[in-house]
């Protein structure tokens, strides 16, 4: 008996060191009547994620980094990945080398292409919040679906959160105070991605806008299951209408929703190592975020390069990763497979897409 004692002991601190890396869903979501379709949303957003390392496996195992991939990708993912990840030069092969970290030096052409991280990011968020958990730490989310423990400052400027020693949140003026207090503003959700108070940290605040809270708990805004499950037909009518009048949507942002939206928010988070919302400017130099299809397609296609560890490349960008983890999941989802075209269209596959 004696001698078991610290084997127990070991495995005791394994599964804390396990269990504290997790997702906490606020009672404010229990209280909205979305507890549920936010659990499911987040199941959805791991799979997902799962589904991006899957379609990358092959390409991170690689020894000899100039060689092509061994065996090659699926046509439908090596489409993915040129429209959200290749820049035009590593399509033809024609990156220039520059300082990087070692491993990241090659001549990235579309088919040699690694995506390492990519893959780390998809991976710190199944490993970092994949698991549920009531005390949520450092590197872990938290989703709120109220703002209820949000108050002004005196002086009206900040928003401080009660829940979290009344640590500054954000702005009044930003969209953060704006998705809280009201329905204004085109914020789906906002993330604090890092929050800390002196020493301590806190976890990642994932906070549901209120027209958010509102579609979900009306059917609109769930998950790719329960959206491809429901009436297929109707629903892929209604995408069609709405995105033929909205100019810069395209038909695939559609299918942007909780899940892909909770999987863009937990990039944010200090645990995914706290990834942005990169820039990228029109032609009239109007600055857009790149957020959904036509943003992140544009962002591909400037410098810099994916895997240079470059702030603004389309590989640290949150909506990129997002929309490449749902096209990975949707392509091989086996009762609805479906690709997203170079036009961000969704095309029916006879067959779901298997990753080597
Ligand atoms: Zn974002």
Redesign the pocket.
Known sequence: MLFQAPTQLFLCTSWFAVAVKSYHIDDSCTRAGIYQQVDDAMQSAFAMAQSGIAALATGNGMANVEANLNPARPPQLERLIKNVFAHDDIISGNTRRYKAPARDKYHMTLQNLKLYKVSRILGLVVTNMGQQTSTPGADDVTIYCDSSRLHLTEDGKSVTDADRNNLVMGSRKGDVYKCSQSNQGFAVAV?WGAPHDGDREWSAAIQLCKKTVENVKKGRFDNWGAFSRANPAALLNRVLTSTRIVPGFAQVDAFKLLDVTLL??MT?ARGAEGLN?VTVYTLISREIEAYRWLGITKLAKKLPYVEGERPTAPDNN??SIAYFALGCHIMSDPTNPQEITDHGRLKRLSAAVQFP
């Open positions: 993330t863009h928010e944010h919302d949150s909506d």
